[in-house]
Structures are given as structure tokens and as C-alpha cells.
């Protein structure tokens, strides 16, 4: 059992012939004697004396020696030396009695709400920061010095606890002495009393310090829990304090751009007030400095706001994770599922390698140990790799790994109080921290080509304003001859205008817009996004890895058949469960033979895997979806497998029985093994060993069978299995055999076997070979409805899916032909049944044969990847079957270097042969995984994908995109947002660049023509940084369609900018420039107005003349904002746009604000006063509508010559992708 603080005496020798009952194990010949008319199969359970949960076996207060003077022979606990060191622990027995009725009335007065504890947060925190065995003692000792007092007249009895407390404290120190002057030698009397002690210790900290039951946990009652958190803390951090508003405004204001506006604007400023003639008054003449000065503000405003608002999404996205972030604890008897943040002080934490490996909080290991321990990788924290073993009595640091065993922990300290609570606090708190989950945006493709593409327009706009200024300057200074003094700063000023219209002011907000307007969208589509650049990666996705459980599964596990006792038993009635259907079968097996085989699930099973039934319905349930199936399937055929692994020696946890756990020896489930194995005492000695895992590992370690005329497994029963499990794999079902096999006494669990392997080719355990098959279960996991759907819309899109599973080959490709991975063509012609033995070559690959042909022996003996041998395979792979975790990190790795489609050759082979087109660029990989072990494949694959349900913290902390309903179509609709990031983009691109384009070429011919632009610098201000911006919002929430997954992936190195986009840019500015130039030399003529430039010089007013160009340009952008809705040349442009309100609203606002602008602007906006008349109106928005007949022009004209073969290039890729596609789909 579980030690805590006293410890009364062994049971009778009654008591315990009652306790092993239920421990008497069946053979194969008991069970042909059985009565096959009990079809319940009821384990017998017998009542075992049940001990206090507040006993502990303290020792005598007397030292060690004298303790040891009561050795007896024989420990039902241990054996040889370990069972002297337990009976001279048993010796104190009396006293223990006494002692263990106080501490029950002690833990009764004293844990009612609000209790004080003995010790502070300060001293536990110590302890974990200590890490000392001495340290754990120094904290009993302050506990029992600072208890309570009980009730009146117990006086004496809480002197004698502290007395055994002190015992306890003084041989710990002892041994921890001695061991740091001598070796202790492993297994010596000294080595398993010390460790004995260390349990004792770590089980008193919990029960009497702070009131928790290793069995039972704390209570889940708010008070207490809200007490706890007030007393101890609580395990949430402090969110990262945010930077300050005025800080994010400065960090603006850095932009080279804003400084060379705010130069602008202050020049401006001191021009115009101090270059004033004599009696000539300034009135409004600082008005446009001003203006430009007040744009920038605006601008610095408006980016400081989304950088503070960027922060508080942070903070939203990490509360999201941590709701995903979930671990096991015990509370009032029951393990439940709570949140890392509401994890307290005296939480019992259930912790196993498999799926629950990262630690939340500092803890202290419980006993008693189980049989194989528990490694941590402490690298995280400590940067040193080699695993750490630890035993009951040592502090497991939160924030490091478990990778090997199982175990249960009391939480000492919480949040800051714990050790990576500090440090994580202390990274919070310093200055040169940027902020975590948005950084590392810039390594993405898209970002990559924006930040190319910046500079180059930053490069172009340099050249041309350098070119405005010296040919102002020579045309001035040296034709005109005039004065330097007077015209310098009006040709700097001249130049700034042209680079401030060059440079696109608005694309950092587009882009930011963009991303977080999808990533939004997506968590409400159940996509949660850790990265932001994310998005528009998986937008790019050639390939998807995908899981079957879970993900294109409902992960809803159901055992739907058994083959046992020579007999196939599978239940084709859904409103029938497997038990119920073999309870009313003519040949259902033997009690005793269903008896065995709940046993052997009850006790092979891991114990966070829990199952709650009301009647026979299934009401919830933790832990693997697969037990949780054998679980239930054990309780329909009428056993409680609670109730059989309490009452089983050597795995029960409770109780009386819960001292003898050390006894049972744990083989945890590994990726490697494939299997999962606990051996458990037999009352006649030796060991029963309970096998599970899958059916050709298993099997293939059977010699026996469970019943039959012949108990040798020989061929023929063998072949009788596999094709059994053979048609269950058909139907989709998973497989799994159960096996058991008897040890002798002594048996050695660390011995390896000479011929048999595991499945990754490492030597298999001695004791789980010579099993006896005990039985074939059929476990079936039915489509999720919509993944047939997602699927085809992925070929359609020319995404590849490919299924990565650790089924067997037939189950593998039963999901994958359902799912509408696999397609008729992938099969052998003329074959009729959908099975792997029809696939055609490399189709389907089984993992040790994708290990073996990927992988070649370098001259040093070392495996090492073989590139050229993947990229054979690759191309027809879609099914990996019996794969590993390590198999997912090298199809991640393969996919993702490979350069096949360089090889025109192969491309033209495999064309030819196969009719497969190879994507014309490097493979863009998102992979799924659940696991710990699935965590170095989503680091590798360009997008990971963890499972928010059934995903373990590791596979969530390593991925990208967290899938928050464990759903592979919530995978398309993450492709789909991606590829609307991108086009909402490159929407905005074809907007601004063709803006800076007309801008830059009017703003250099004015600069030339008249050493002025006429569209003045405060102009091109309220169009870039104003008007852009919103547009950048317009275009940015423009939601996805349907049309997106129809279309093929974007090459990686392919340009944002396309060849259709320079036509449409250079189209539309063409157009704009031809009317912008007949304006500036034609409109005096054509509209009888005076030159702009004459009014402006010889009256010093705006004109009519320039405030026309003014109003004509941006009526031309507005329209043509339309006309960027459409990248590809649709002929409706209005496609669509009613069902964007926000993109209605802005265009609406923004003409409005024109007209504001024009009419009122006057000199701030550098507009003629009074605005323009009717007539030049309706010319203005005349020139803005001919921006739509243009673009169809555009279209036609870029039609015939793609026809014509002018672009031929850009076709061919098309087509070669488009091939990919219909070959997929097929």
C-alpha cells in the first residue's frame, strides 16, 4: 500500500490468504474444468482489512541498528535483505496503532477549510529549489515543530508524531551522511532502508503537512482549492507585462519614412514662416507643414495601436493554450482533468511518458515505486541530456519531460514558487525580452518575398527622388540661374515627395491586418494559431501527413469483435455492444476464459486511462481512446475494472494491497515495442505476465493457445488468426492480441532474446516471448462524415494526402480508400478487393521496409539518409503503415529537401509511366501528430499540426497550428484561410504598386516640367498612409473562397508579384498616367482654367487646375480598388463584394472623405479653395469609372497574348501543376 504517517501491524495470517484470493491465477488446463454455464465471468472479490490512509511505518526513534534487531526471513514486500529492513520496520506496531488513531483525529479537526498548513510557500519552494534529500527533511522537521495542537487532552500523542517525525528527519540526515563519506552499496540493507525512509517522507509531506491522500488526493471543494491558491500560490504566471502605449508610439516613430516626413514637415514649417517678404503676413501658410506634421501623428497613432493590440492578442492566444493544456490529478478519489493553471498545492499528479510526460508544477515522487522507474529528461532546464532515474523522495522539476515510466507526484510549488515558474517569471520581467509566439514571422515565404520586394521599391524610389533632385538642381541652378539660397530647399522638399510616393507606406498594415484578421477567423473555425506567418504558409502546402485516429477518425474507439476460444464473435448490431452480443451467443466462451480476459485488460491497462458508465451507457473517459475501448468493453461483459485491478497484488493502488504494487513489474507501451506488458505475483510463486499490443508483433511471440484439443499455437491456427484479423482489417478495424504467459520465481525481466525482435529491430524482452494468445479484438474507429469531402477538395486544391498510421497494412488502407486517399488507379488492374497485397509498388509501405530502402550504412557503419533512394518512393507513397514516430520526422525531412522536380528526366519518367506530374518546386510539408515522440516531425515539417484533444503538451508546444476538435477537414479549411492570407496580399500589392507607379511618374515629370509635383506631398500623404490604409483593411478582409482550393499551391520561389499582376498594374497605370498627363498639359486648354503652375507661383493660391488632377487620381484609385479584388482576370469584378460589408463600408467611407477633402480641404490639403465645380466633378468621377472598362480591356489583351504564346512560360507551369492535380484526383 501507499506508506503514509503511521503504519499499524501486518495482517493475520488469515487476513492475508483473503488479500492473494483474488491474485489465483488460471491456466490453461483449469479452464477446460470451468463451468461454461456462468457467463458473467465475475472475478471473485474478496475484502481485504483496509489500513488508514494516514498509516505510515516512521521506524523507531532509536537509531537504525537497534531497529534491526527484529529481521525476519521472509517479506511478502521484497524478500531477502529488503524483508529484514521491513520487519524491522513493522517493529514499532503498538506504538503505530496509538499513533495512527491520533493523526486520524488530528487530520479530521484539522482540515476543515482555512486551515493554517505547518509549512509556508517559501518552504516548499525551497525544497524544490534545493533538490536534496536533506532539504525534504529540514521541511518535516519545520512541519512537525509548527502542527497545531489537536484536541484537548492529545497533547501527548502530538509529541509522540513529532517524535516520529523527528526519527524520520534524523535517519534520513544519517544516511544522507554517510552516503556523501562512503558509497552506499546498491541493494545493501543501508541502500533499501535509506530508500524506505525517502517514501516514508515524501508520503508524510502529503498526508499530514499537506493534507492530501495519495490515493484520494485533496478534495475538490472551491474553499480548500481558493485557500491553497491564496496560501501557495497559484501555477498560473503573471502575464508579460505589457510595453507602454507611448513606448509602442516611439518604436513607431523609427521608421525611416516617418522621420523623412516629419524632416518634411518641420522644413516646411520653418520655410513658410521665416521666408515671408516684408508686410506679406503668414496667415495659413503653416498649414501644410503642419498637416504633414499631424499625417504622421495619425500614422504613429494608428501602428502603435495594432502593436498594443498585437499584445493583448497574444495574451489571448496564450490563455487559449492553456485551456488546451490539461493534466491528471486525483481529487476525492476520482482522477479528473484539470487545466496546468488550476493545478494547487497538494494536487496528486498522474504522470506516464506516453501522454501526460510534461510536468506542470514541482513535485515530489510518491511511492511505492513501480517496476521499471521513472526517467526525466531534464535538458530543458538543466541543458544536460542524459535521462535522470528517480525514486520515491526526489523533487521532479516542473517544466522537464517524462520519458520512460509511469508515476504518481505531490505538487509542492506552483507558479513563481516553482523553479521554471521563476525563470520564466524573470524573462517576463527583463527589458530585452521582445515578446514570445509572434516573433520569427520574418523566416516565412511570404515575408521573405514582401521583404524583397520592399526593397527593391525602396531602391526605386532612392533612385528616383536622387534623380529629381539633380535635375531640378541642374536645371535651376545651372539653366535658369537661379539662386541656390532660395530654390535648395524647395528641390529637397520636391525630392522627399517622390520618395514618400514611392515607397508603400500602407503594406506592413496590410500585411499585419491580413494575418491577424485570418488567424482570428481561423480559431473560430477551430484552428488555433501559434505563429502568425502560419497562416499563409499552409496556404503554400503541397502535402499533408496525415494521422487515422482522431483526425480522419472520430477517435470515437468501439471493440466491435473478438475472436476467442476458436471462435470469431463480432457484433454487426450498433444498438449492441460486443459484450452483450456474446453473453446471448450460442458458443460464447467459458466464464473462466472471459474472466482471464478481463483480468488481463483491468490489469494491462495504464491507470490514467478511466472509463464512468451510468447503467451500461458510457458517460465520459481520460487516457487512450484504444483501452478506453477495452475498458468498456471488459465492463459490458459485467466486471468493474477498478474494482479487478484494486483487488489484483501487485498493481492494485489502494488499500491494503496497494503496499505489495512494487511487486508487479510495468512494461510501459514504447513506439519501439509496440506493445505493452505488466507481470503480477502469483500466490504459488513466480509471475503472470499480461501482454497487449499489435496483432503481428504479439502473435508473432505466441506458442500456445488459450483453450483447444492441441494447447500448441501450431501453422494452422496461426494462419486461422491472421485471416480473422485479416477481415477485420478489411472493415477498418484495428487489431489488437492479448496474450498472457506464467513465469517462474527469479524470473529475469531484463533479459533479452536471441531470436525474437522488436518491431524497429532492437532485441525483445525474454518474458514477452513463449506467450499463450488469449484473444483478437477488433476495434473500430468509424470515418469522421465530412473527411471524404475535405479530402477531394484537397486534390482539387493539388495538395497530396498521405496517411501515416501505426495500423496494419489492411486497416491502413481500408480508412484510406473510405477516406478517398486511395483511388481505384492505385490498385492492380483486375483486382476486385480493396487490400494492400493489390496496391501497386511503393503505393503502401509498412514502416520496417520504409526504414530499410531510405536508409543506407555510411563507411563508418552508421545509417545515414539516403536522398536519392526517398525520392524513388516519395512520388507513389500514399499510405505509410506500422509506422514510427521517427518514420513521420524522416517522410517530413524527405519531402522537404527533395529536388525531383529539377530531374527533368524522372519528372518526365514517372510522367510517362505512372502519369504522375511532379510539383514544379520543393515540397511545403504539414504533418499531424498527437504524441511526444510526434514533436521533432511538426518541428520539422514546415506546418505542424497538434491535436488539441487528444494531443500530449510537447506535440501542442512544438506545432504551429493547434487543431482545437482534432479534425483533418478543420486541416483544409487552415489550406484555405492560407491561400486567402496570400491573396488578400497580393491583392493589395496590385492596389499600392500600381498607386506608387502613377504617383512616382506624375510626381517626376511635374518635379521636371515645373520643379513641382502637382500632386503635393500632403496629398500623396492622405493617399498613401490614409487612404492605402484603409484599403489595406478593405482588401484584407476579404473572406475565403471556394475557388481558392481549386486553384494549385504557390511555388516558393515563384514571385508574390505574378505576370498577370504586371499587367493589371501596368495596365491600369498606364491609363491613369495617359489622363493624369493630358490634365497637367491639356486641361487649361481643354477646360479653360489657368496652369496650375502659373496661379501657384505668380498668386500664390492653390488652383483649380491641380486640385482637378488631385480629385481625378484618387476618384481613379478608388475604382480601380475594385478592379484589385481580381487577380486572375474575372470579368465581374463585383463578384462577391456585396457579401464584404467591411469592404463596402470603407470604399464608401473614403469617397466620402474625398469629397470632404476636395471641398473643404483648402490649404491644408493644398486644394483650391471653394473645391471644384459640378462640371470637373463629373469629369472626375468619369476618368474614375474608366478604370473598369479597362481593366476589361486588360483582360482581352492579355488573353491573346497568353494564346499567342507571348507568356508561354507561366502556361506550361500551370499546366504541369493543373496535371498534378487531375492525377491526384483520378
Known amino acids: 500500500m501507499v506508506k503514509t504517517f503511521m503504519e499499524v501491524s501486518p495482517p493475520a495470517e488469515s487476513d492475508a490468504s483473503s488479500v492473494d484470493k483474488s491474485t489465483e491465477i488460471m491456466t490453461a488446463e483449469s479452464i477446460d474444468k470451468d463451468d461454461e454455464n456462468n457467463v458473467d465471468g465475475a472475478v471473485d472479490e474478496t475484502t481485504s482489512p483496509q489500513k488508514s490512509s494516514l498509516e505510515i511505518t516512521l521506524g523507531d526513534a532509536s537509531t537504525p541498528e537497534a531497529s534491526a534487531e527484529s529481521f525476519s526471513s521472509k517479506s511478502p514486500r521484497m524478500g531477502g535483505l529488503a524483508a529484514a529492513i521491513d520487519s524491522s520496520l513493522r517493529s514499532i506496531q503498538s506504538a503505530g496503532s496509538v499513533l495512527s488513531n491520533m493523526v486520524n483525529a488530528f487530520v479530521q479537526v484539522h482540515t476543515a477549510p482555512k486551515t493554517p498548513f505547518p509549512v509556508t510557500s517559501k518552504d516548499l519552494s525551497d525544497l524544490s529549489s534545493d533538490r536534496t534529500h536533506q532539504a525534504l527533511a529540514r521541511v518535516l522537521e519545520k512541519a512537525a515543530a509548527n502542527m497545531p495542537p489537536c484536541a484537548p487532552g492529545e497533547e501527548e500523542e502530538l509529541k509522540s508524531a513529532r517524535v516520529k517525525i523527528e526519527a524520520l528527519v534524523k535517519r534520513i540526515g544519517t544516511s544522507e551522511e554517510e552516503a556523501g563519506h562512503e558509497k552506499v552499496k546498491s541493494g545493501s540493507m543501508k541502500e533499501l532502508q535509506r530508500a524506505h525512509d525517502l517514501e516514508c517522507a515524501a508520503n508524510a509531506l502529503a498526508t499530514v503537512i499537506l493534507r492530501s491522500k495519495p490515493e484520494d488526493g485533496i478534495t475538490n471543494d472551491a474553499v480548500d482549492i481558493e485557500f491553497r491558491r491564496e496560501t501557495f500560490g497559484t501555477n498560473a504566471i503573471a502575464d508579460k507585462k505589457l510595453d507602454s502605449f507611448l513606448k509602442l508610439c516611439w518604436n513607431a516613430v523609427q521608421d525611416f519614412v516617418l522621420i523623412m516626413l516629419i524632416v518634411l514637415g518641420i522644413i516646411g514649417l520653418v520655410v513658410e514662416t521665416t521666408t515671408l517678404k516684408d508686410g506679406e503676413k503668414c496667415g495659413a501658410c503653416w498649414l501644410e507643414g503642419f498637416a504633414i506634421l499631424l499625417s504622421v501623428c495619425i500614422v504613429v497613432l494608428v501602428t502603435a495601436s495594432i502593436d498594443y493590440a498585437k499584445q493583448f492578442a497574444f495574451i489571448r492566444l496564450t490563455r487559449s493554450l492553456h485551456e488546451t493544456n490539461t493534466k491528471a490529478v486525483v481529487r476525492n478519489g476520482h482522477q479528473m482533468s484539470v487545466t496546468d493553471d488550476d493545478i494547487v498545492v497538494g494536487d496528486i499528479l498522474s504522470v506516464n511518458a506516453h501522454n501526460l510526460a510534461s510536468i506542470p508544477a514541482d513535485c515530489i515522487l510518491l511511492g511505492p515505486p513501480i517496476s521499471g522507474g521513472l526517467k526525466m529528461d531534464e535538458s530543458s532546464l538543466t541543458g544536460e541530456s542524459k535521462l535522470i532515474s528517480k525514486k520515491p523522495g526526489d523533487v521532479v522539476l516542473s517544466g522537464t519531460t517524462a520519458v520512460q515510466g509511469s508515476a504518481k507526484?505531490?505538487?509542492?510549488?506552483?507558479?513563481?514558487?516553482?523553479?521554471?515558474?521563476?525563470?520564466?517569471?524573470?524573462?517576463?520581467?527583463?527589458?530585452?525580452?521582445?515578446?514570445?509566439?509572434?516573433?520569427?514571422?520574418?523566416?516565412?515565404?511570404?515575408?521573405?518575398?514582401?521583404?524583397?520586394?520592399?526593397?527593391?521599391?525602396?531602391?526605386?524610389?532612392?533612385?528616383?527622388?536622387?534623380?529629381?533632385?539633380?535635375?531640378?538642381?541642374?536645371?535651376?541652378?545651372?539653366?535658369?540661374?537661379?539662386?541656390?539660397?532660395?530654390?535648395?530647399?524647395?528641390?529637397?522638399?520636391?525630392?522627399?515627395?517622390?520618395?514618400?510616393?514611392?515607397?508603400?507606406?500602407?503594406?506592413?498594415?496590410?500585411?499585419?491586418?491580413?494575418?491577424?484578421?485570418?488567424?482570428?477567423?481561423?480559431?473560430?473555425?477551430?484552428?488555433?494559431?501559434?505563429?502568425?506567418?502560419?497562416?499563409?504558409?499552409?496556404?503554400?502546402?503541397?502535402?499533408?501527413?496525415?494521422?487515422?485516429?482522431?483526425?480522419?477518425?472520430?477517435?470515437?474507439?468501439?471493440?466491435?469483435?473478438?475472436?476467442?476460444?476458436?471462435?470469431?464473435?463480432?457484433?454487426?448490431?450498433?444498438?449492441?455492444?460486443?459484450?452483450?452480443?456474446?453473453?446471448?451467443?450460442?458458443?460464447?466462451?467459458?466464464?473462466?476464459?472471459?474472466?482471464?480476459?478481463?483480468?488481463?485488460?483491468?490489469?494491462?491497462?495504464?491507470?490514467?486511462?478511466?472509463?464512468?458508465?451510468?447503467?451500461?451507457?458510457?458517460?465520459?473517459?481520460?487516457?487512450?481512446?484504444?483501452?478506453?475501448?477495452?475498458?468498456?468493453?471488459?465492463?459490458?461483459?459485467?466486471?468493474?475494472?477498478?474494482?479487478?485491478?484494486?483487488?489484483?497484488?501487485?498493481?492494485?493502488?489502494?488499500?491494503?494491497?496497494?503496499?505489495?504494487?512494487?511487486?508487479?513489474?510495468?512494461?510501459?507501451?514504447?513506439?519501439?515495442?509496440?506493445?505493452?506488458?505488466w507481470a503480477i505475483p502469483k500466490v504459488e510463486g513466480g509471475y503472470r505476465i499480461y501482454c497487449k499490443g499489435a496483432s503481428e508483433v504479439v502473435l508473432a511471440r505466441c506458442t500456445h493457445q488459450l483453450t483447444g484439443s492441441t494447447p500448441e499455437l501450431d501453422d494452422e491456427a496461426r494462419q486461422r488468426i491472421l485471416g480473422v484479423g485479416e477481415a477485420y482489417n478489411r472493415r477498418g478495424m484495428r487489431t489488437l492480441v492479448l496474450a498472457y504467459r506464467d513465469l517462474p520465481e527469479g524470473a529475469d525481466f531484463d533479459a533479452k532474446s536471441a531470436n525474437i525482435l522488436n518491431a524497429d529491430g532492437t532485441e525483445a524482452l525474454e518474458v514477452e516471448t513463449n506467450l499463450t494468445f488469449a484473444g483478437l479484438v477488433g476495434i473500430e474507429d468509424p470515418l469522421r462524415p465530412e473527411v471524404q469531402g475535405a479530402i477531394k477538395q484537397c486534390y482539387e486544391a493539388g495538395i497530396d494526402v498521405r496517411l501515416v498510421t501505426g495500423d496494419s497494412p489492411n486497416t491502413?488502407?481500408?480508412?484510406?480508400?473510405?477516406?478517398?486517399?486511395?483511388?481505384?488507379?492505385?490498385?492492380?488492374?483486375?483486382?476486385?478487393?480493396?487490400?494492400?497485397?493489390?496496391?501497386?509498388?511503393?503505393?503502401?509501405?509498412?514502416?520496417?521496409?520504409?526504414?530499410?530502402?531510405?536508409?543506407?550504412?555510411?563507411?563508418?557503419?552508421?545509417?545515414?539518409?539516403?536522398?536519392?533512394?526517398?525520392?524513388?518512393?516519395?512520388?507513389?507513397?500514399?499510405?505509410?503503415?506500422?509506422?514510427?514516430?521517427?518514420?513521420?520526422?524522416?517522410?517530413?525531412?524527405?519531402?522537404?529537401?527533395?529536388?525531383?522536380?529539377?530531374?527533368?528526366?524522372?519528372?518526365?519518367?514517372?510522367?510517362?509511366?505512372?502519369?504522375?506530374?511532379?510539383?514544379?518546386?520543393?515540397?511545403?510539408?504539414?504533418?499531424?501528430?498527437?504524441?511526444?515522440?510526434?514533436?521533432?516531425?511538426?518541428?520539422?515539417?514546415?506546418?505542424?499540426?497538434?491535436?488539441?484533444?487528444?494531443?500530449?503538451?510537447?506535440?501542442?508546444?512544438?506545432?504551429?497550428?493547434?487543431?482545437?476538435?482534432?479534425?483533418?477537414?478543420?486541416?483544409?479549411?487552415?489550406?484555405?484561410?492560407?491561400?486567402?492570407?496570400?491573396?488578400?496580399?497580393?491583392?493589395?500589392?496590385?492596389?499600392?504598386?500600381?498607386?506608387n507607379i502613377s504617383a512616382v511618374v506624375t510626381a517626376l515629370v511635374g518635379s521636371f516640367a515645373f520643379a513641382k509635383s502637382p500632386l503635393a506631398a500632403i496629398q500623396m500623404l492622405w493617399v498613401n498612409l490614409i487612404m492605402d490604409s484603409l484599403a489595406s483593411l478593405a482588401l484584407a478582409s476579404e473572406p475565403p473562397t471556394d475557388e481558392l482550393l481549386r486553384r494549385n499551391p504557390v511555388n516558393r520561389s515563384k514571385s508574390i508579384v505574378t505576370v498577370r499582376m504586371w499587367a493589371n498594374m501596368l495596365g491600369q497605370a498606364a491609363y491613369q498616367l495617359t489622363i493624369i498627363m493630358f490634365l497637367l498639359f491639356g486641361g487649361p486648354r481643354v477646360f479653360?482654367?489657368?496652369?496650375?503652375?502659373?496661379?501657384?507661383?505668380?498668386?500664390?493660391?492653390?488652383?483649380?487646375?491641380?486640385?482637378?488632377?488631385?480629385?481625378?487620381?484618387?476618384?481613379?484609385?478608388?475604382?480601380?480598388?475594385?478592379?484589385?479584388?481580381?487577380?486572375?482576370?474575372?470579368?465581374?469584378?463585383?463578384?462577391?463584394?456585396?457579401?464584404?460589408?467591411?469592404?463596402?463600408?470603407?470604399?464608401?467611407?473614403?469617397?466620402?472623405?474625398?469629397?470632404i477633402m476636395v471641398e473643404f480641404g483648402g490649404k491644408a490639403l493644398h486644394v483650391a479653395d471653394g473645391g471644384l465645380n459640378g462640371e470637373l466633378w463629373g469629369w472626375s468621377l468619369l476618368f474614375g469609372v474608366g478604370s473598369l472598362p479597362i481593366q476589361q480591356i486588360i483582360n482581352i489583351l492579355f488573353g491573346q497574348c497568353k494564346d499567342a504564346g507571348v507568356d508561354g512560360r507561366v502556361p506550361s507551369r500551370i499546366k504541369s501543376s493543373r496535371r498534378l492535380s487531375m492525377r491526384t484526383v483520378r
Open 1088 to 1155: 479653360g482654367f489657368p496652369p496650375g503652375d502659373q496661379v501657384e507661383r505668380e498668386e500664390g493660391i492653390n488652383s483649380e487646375h491641380y486640385t482637378f488632377i488631385f480629385n481625378s487620381f484618387v476618384w481613379m484609385q478608388l475604382f480601380n480598388e475594385v478592379n484589385a479584388r481580381s487577380l486572375n482576370g474575372e470579368i465581374n469584378v463585383f463578384s462577391g463584394m456585396l457579401l464584404n460589408p467591411l469592404f463596402c463600408g470603407i470604399l464608401l467611407i473614403t469617397a466620402i472623405l474625398q469629397v
Open 409 to 677: 507526484m505531490l505538487v509542492i510549488a506552483v507558479g513563481i514558487n516553482s523553479v521554471a515558474g521563476k525563470i520564466k517569471a524573470h524573462v517576463y520581467d527583463s527589458t530585452d525580452h521582445d515578446g514570445d509566439g509572434l516573433d520569427g514571422d520574418d523566416d516565412s515565404p511570404l515575408f521573405v518575398k514582401l521583404e524583397k520586394i520592399a526593397k527593391q521599391i525602396g531602391i526605386a524610389g532612392t533612385v528616383a527622388a536622387l534623380l529629381s533632385f539633380v535635375v531640378n538642381c541642374i536645371k535651376g541652378f545651372v539653366f535658369q540661374g537661379l539662386s541656390p539660397k532660395e530654390y535648395i530647399i524647395e528641390y529637397i522638399v520636391v525630392a522627399i515627395t517622390v520618395l514618400a510616393v514611392a515607397v508603400p507606406e500602407g503594406l506592413p498594415l496590410a500585411v499585419t491586418l491580413a494575418l491577424a484578421f485570418s488567424s482570428n477567423k481561423m480559431m473560430k473555425e477551430q484552428n488555433l494559431v501559434k505563429h502568425l506567418d502560419a497562416c499563409e504558409t499552409m496556404g503554400c502546402a503541397t502535402t499533408i501527413c496525415t494521422d487515422k485516429t482522431g483526425t480522419l477518425t472520430s477517435n470515437k474507439m468501439t471493440a466491435r469483435s473478438i475472436y476467442t476460444n476458436g471462435t470469431d464473435f463480432s457484433c454487426n448490431d450498433p444498438s449492441l455492444s460486443l459484450g452483450d452480443f456474446i453473453k446471448v451467443s450460442p458458443d460464447r466462451p467459458k466464464a473462466s476464459i472471459l474472466t482471464l480476459i478481463t483480468t488481463l485488460i483491468a490489469v494491462d491497462t495504464m491507470d490514467e486511462t478511466t472509463v464512468e458508465f451510468e447503467g451500461n451507457k458510457l458517460t465520459s473517459s481520460t487516457g487512450n481512446p484504444t483501452e478506453v475501448a477495452l475498458l468498456a468493453f471488459a465492463h459490458s461483459l459485467g466486471e468493474d475494472c477498478q474494482d479487478l485491478r484494486d483487488s489484483t497484488r501487485g498493481r492494485s493502488l489502494k488499500g491494503a494491497l496497494a503496499e505489495f504494487l512494487v511487486e508487479g513489474k510495468q512494461i510501459e507501451f514504447s513506439s519501439a515495442r509496440k506493445m505493452m506488458s
Open 812 to 995: 491502413a488502407v481500408s480508412i484510406a480508400y473510405q477516406a478517398g486517399i486511395l483511388k481505384d488507379f492505385h490498385f492492380l488492374d483486375g483486382s476486385d478487393e480493396k487490400i494492400a497485397a493489390n496496391l501497386k509498388s511503393n503505393v503502401l509501405m509498412e514502416g520496417k521496409v520504409f526504414r530499410r530502402k531510405v536508409y543506407k550504412i555510411d563507411d563508418d557503419g552508421e545509417k545515414e539518409f539516403d536522398q536519392t533512394a526517398f525520392d524513388k518512393i516519395w512520388p507513389h507513397l500514399r499510405v505509410l503503415a506500422r509506422s514510427s514516430p521517427d518514420d513521420k520526422l524522416t517522410l517530413a525531412h524527405g519531402l522537404n529537401q527533395s529536388t525531383l522536380y529539377t530531374d527533368k528526366h524522372a519528372c518526365q519518367k514517372l510522367k510517362a509511366e505512372d502519369q504522375i506530374a511532379v510539383f514544379p518546386d520543393r515540397q511545403v510539408v504539414a504533418m499531424t501528430g498527437d504524441g511526444t515522440n510526434d514533436a521533432p516531425a511538426l518541428k520539422r515539417a514546415d506546418i505542424g499540426f497538434a491535436m488539441g484533444i487528444a494531443g500530449t503538451q510537447i506535440a501542442k508546444d512544438a506545432a504551429d497550428i493547434i487543431l482545437l476538435d482534432d479534425n483533418f477537414a478543420s486541416i483544409v479549411t487552415a489550406a484555405k484561410w492560407g491561400r486567402n492570407v496570400y491573396a488578400s496580399i497580393q491583392k493589395f500589392l496590385q492596389f499600392q504598386l500600381t498607386v
